[in-house]
């Protein structure tokens, strides 16, 4: 089994801290930017999806609300890799909900 060292979220406590600071990160290091290579980008995901099931884990939930939570943190995680790169949009995390702004209608 592969070791997940925590890098990027190691001061997370929440999942919602979790989620912000993956938002935030994956403008930075997506391949598409001059920041960002691939490998960093994995890694990345790779950290937000142990870390996401770690405190999910720890949440005292039961077993059927820890798989939510992590299947939620995973949902979270692929709609924003579809977005965060296109360019003229705004992204906010409001309580569950990714809200996208900006200029929308060039992607209709």
């Known amino acids: 089994m592969k070791t997940v060292k ?3 979220f190691a001061g997370c ?8 600071l993956y938002r935030k ?3 930075e ?16 995901n ?5 870390v996401c099931a770690i405190i999910a884990q720890g949440a ?11 299947l939620k943190a995973e949902a979270y995680r692929a709609a924003i890799e579809k977005i965060i790169n296109l360019d003229g949009l705004h ?6 909900w990714i809200w996208v702004s900006g200029n929308q209608r060039s992607f209709a």
């Open 91 to 96: 992204i906010e995390l409001i309580g569950t």
């Open 13 to 20: 406590k929440t999942i919602e801290e979790v989620k912000t």
């Open 60 to 70: 005292n939930l039961g077993s059927q609300e820890t798989e939510m939570e992590i």
């Open 29 to 44: 290091l997506h391949p598409d930017k001059a920041t960002g290579n691939v490998q960093a980008m994995q890694d990345l």
């Open 46 to 50: 790779n950290e937000y999806t142990f």
């Open 6 to 8: 925590i890098h990027y």
């Open 25 to 27: 990160l994956a403008k």
